[in-house]
Every structure is written in structure tokens, then in C-alpha cells.
């Protein structure tokens, strides 16, 4: 499998990956730690954003995102396994959040 190929069922698994609802409530609940409390749907809000900003972000922010998300990518013969950073997610959220109260 082309090194294209795989980067973009990874890039195509991450997006589906943070907008599901069970990864926007794991998420929420990680942001909600702190003193600054969100809703479910502030967070679903957030984590959406990042479609659209994906082909606008410099290949360098593109890779750092994947690296803080991807923990490993497994080659499998009936396939590709993503394993994610659970931390990442939540290092994500701490980002999201600084965007919004820059904002």
C-alpha cells in the first residue's frame, strides 16, 4: 500500500473518529476537568471545526495534530488499525479551549 494511501485513510479515520458521539462525550469529559465547563455540544462544535481548517493548516500544524492524536498505525492484511492517543485528545481539547477564550 502508497504511503499516500495510507496517510489519507488515517487523516479520513481521525475525522470520523473525533466527531463520533462517543468520542465527543470522552472528550467532554476531559475538558470539563478544568475550571471552564463546556457543553456536548461546544465540544461537538469544536471538534468539527477542525474539517474545514484541515487543508488550511500548514503541512508541519498537520503533522504535529497526527502525532498528538496517533499513538501507532498497524498495516494488517485485511486492513489498517488506528491506535489513538488518549492523552492527545485531551491535550486537543486544552488547545481548542485556548482558541476559544483568545477569541
Given at each position: 500500500?502508497?504511503?499516500?494511501?495510507?496517510?489519507?485513510?488515517?487523516?479520513?479515520?481521525i475525522r470520523e473518529i473525533i466527531q463520533a458521539p462517543e468520542m465527543v462525550a470522552?472528550?467532554?469529559?476531559?475538558?470539563?476537568?478544568?475550571?471552564k465547563k463546556f457543553t456536548e455540544r461546544e465540544i461537538s462544535e469544536a471538534l468539527?471545526?477542525?474539517?474545514?481548517?484541515?487543508?488550511?493548516?500548514?503541512?508541519?500544524?498537520?503533522?504535529?495534530?497526527?502525532?498528538?492524536?496517533?499513538?501507532?498505525?498497524?498495516?494488517?492484511?485485511?486492513?489498517?488499525?488506528?491506535?489513538?492517543?488518549?492523552?492527545?485528545?485531551?491535550?486537543?481539547?486544552?488547545?481548542?479551549?485556548?482558541?476559544?477564550?483568545?477569541?
Amino acid at each position: 500500500m502508497a504511503a499516500g494511501t495510507i496517510e489519507n485513510v488515517v487523516l479520513n479515520q481521525i475525522r470520523e473518529i473525533i466527531q463520533a458521539p462517543e468520542m465527543v462525550a470522552k472528550t467532554w469529559r476531559a475538558a470539563n476537568r478544568g475550571e471552564k465547563k463546556f457543553t456536548e455540544r461546544e465540544i461537538s462544535e469544536a471538534l468539527k471545526i477542525l474539517e474545514p481548517v484541515w487543508g488550511e493548516l500548514f503541512p508541519g500544524e498537520q503533522s504535529r495534530l497526527v502525532q498528538l492524536l496517533v499513538a501507532r498505525v498497524e498495516i494488517k492484511t485485511n486492513g489498517i488499525e488506528i491506535l489513538l492517543r488518549g492523552e492527545g485528545l485531551d491535550s486537543l481539547v486544552w488547545e481548542l479551549r485556548d482558541t476559544e477564550e483568545v477569541a
